[in-house]
């Protein structure tokens, strides 16, 4: 299906890009000479618009079947030189550091009723405070970034946002939040943040 400019496939395992997405895509801060890493490619379409910024770029899923359909769009548009890698959060990345990271983080908060048995459960099951991969993911932050480096990342006001400022700013990051819309019954919102 084409998705703004671009031609991307999907299936029913893996997370049909959507406006938190496009909130990310559209709104990338990357230099030419950056090094970027997205968190939780899904179909990829992410780093696709990253790739137009920058030809180091990094994606990484843990849902296997994501990552197949991301190399496969990835290819359909032309694109045959962003690194791939298989694991949870930063498991793949032991020693290796970054200018950039991106994750559309799995935000809504989940009861035992709303888990589905498939791996597109990974694309927004966030525990039951939104927050059980968003925590583990901004302690690991300042270990893969280098000096000065940034970090775009997705949060619904359903998971405390606050609590994401307090973390990064002890941290050592400034973050702001770079856009933000309104749904139903939350904002999603860009946080934008630079290790200082």
């Known amino acids: 299906m084409k998705m703004g400019k671009y031609n991307i496939k999907t299936d029913d395992l893996v997370y049909e890009p959507a406006e938190d997405t496009f909130l990310l895509a559209e709104n990338l801060q990357i230099n030419p000479e950056?090094?970027?890493?997205?968190?939780?490619?899904?179909?990829?379409?992410?780093?696709?618009?990253a790739r137009e910024k920058s030809d180091k770029i990094t994606v990484s899923d843990?849902?296997?079947?994501?990552?197949?359909?991301?190399?496969?769009?990835?290819?359909?548009?032309?694109?045959?030189?962003?690194e791939i890698k298989f694991g949870n959060l930063y498991e793949p990345f032991e020693n290796r550091k970054f200018d950039v990271i991106l994750f559309n983080t799995p935000y809504l908060p989940t009861e035992k009723e709303d888990i589905i048995d498939t791996d597109l459960n990974y694309a927004f099951d966030g525990g039951v405070d939104g927050r059980k991969v968003i925590d583990p993911f901004l302690y690991g932050l300042k270990?893969?970034?280098?000096?000065?480096?940034?970090?775009?990342?997705?949060?619904?006001s359903l998971s405390?946002?606050?609590?994401?400022?307090?973390?990064?700013?002890?941290?050592?990051?400034?973050?702001?939040?770079?856009?933000?819309?309104?749904?139903?019954?939350?904002?999603?919102?860009?946080?934008?943040?630079?290790?200082?």
């Open 34 to 49: 950056d090094s970027v890493l997205e968190i939780g490619t899904g179909s990829g379409l992410v780093a696709i618009y």
């Open 160 to 196: 405390n946002i606050e609590k994401t400022f307090e973390i990064l700013e002890s941290e050592g990051f400034i973050c702001e939040i770079t856009k933000k819309e309104h749904f139903f019954f939350e904002d999603v919102v860009l946080i934008t943040a630079t290790l200082i």
């Open 143 to 156: 270990n893969h970034l280098n000096k000065h480096g940034k970090v775009q990342m997705i949060q619904s």
């Open 62 to 82: 843990i849902n296997i079947n994501a990552l197949e359909i991301a190399e496969e769009n990835f290819k359909n548009n032309g694109i045959n030189d962003i």
